[in-house]
């Protein structure tokens, strides 16, 4: 759904998401003189009413999102950047950017970004302080930790944003239960 605008010789950002949360990003890169495309799978997104071109498409899938910019550039539109702004893919961000042939982030980095057990890792291996931590195998050694450790502690899948999945364990607390709703909420 373009808008009316002479947008040819545009240099575009392509914007992955379209919600409340990339709207504000969306209206800077215009301000800045950018062409903005917004992809997000969700048709009523509200950053689709302000961005200058909208793509319907998941902002996780990296081929579909290739199949676009490919097809926009047919367009001779000129995608010059990917941004990611208040969404939790960064590897996609990495992936896109290197199609377009442009700078981003190390892919190693974004990865551990958006992994929770390897960035505690990595911190601890840098000698960050963070608090004890361990990754979960089944809730059978959920309960095992449990009794080592006591409560409270508190489980989150390794692949989330936005406390999706973190449940805080107390006494009382159905261990099974928890482990089973985080699980069902990772990727």
Request: proline content about 6%.
């Amino acid at each position: 759904m373009p808008k009316p605008k002479n947008v040819e010789q545009q240099e575009w950002l392509l914007m992955l998401g379209a919600s409340a949360d990339q709207v504000f990003a969306i209206r800077t890169a215009q301000a800045m003189g950018f062409c903005v495309v917004a992809a997000d799978v969700n048709p009523d997104s509200p950053g689709f009413l302000i961005a200058d071109y909208s793509a319907l498409v998941s902002i996780r899938n990296i081929p579909a999102l290739i199949a676009f910019i490919d097809a926009f550039r047919l367009q001779r539109h000129h995608v010059s950047g990917v941004l990611v702004q208040g969404s939790d893919i960064p590897q996609v961000g990495c992936a896109l950017a290197a199609h377009i042939g442009s700078p981003s982030i190390p892919m190693e980095s974004a990865q551990i970004s958006t992994h929770k057990y390897k960035m505690k890792c990595c911190f601890q291996e840098r000698g960050v302080p963070i608090p004890w931590f361990s990754l979960v195998e089944s809730s059978a050694h959920l309960k095992q930790i449990v009794s080592e450790r006591g409560y409270p502690l508190i489980i989150k899948p390794v692949d989330r944003s936005g406390a999706r999945g973190v449940f805080y364990l107390s006494e009382g607390c159905d261990l099974e239960d928890l482990f089973q709703q985080s699980r069902q909420l990772s990727y």
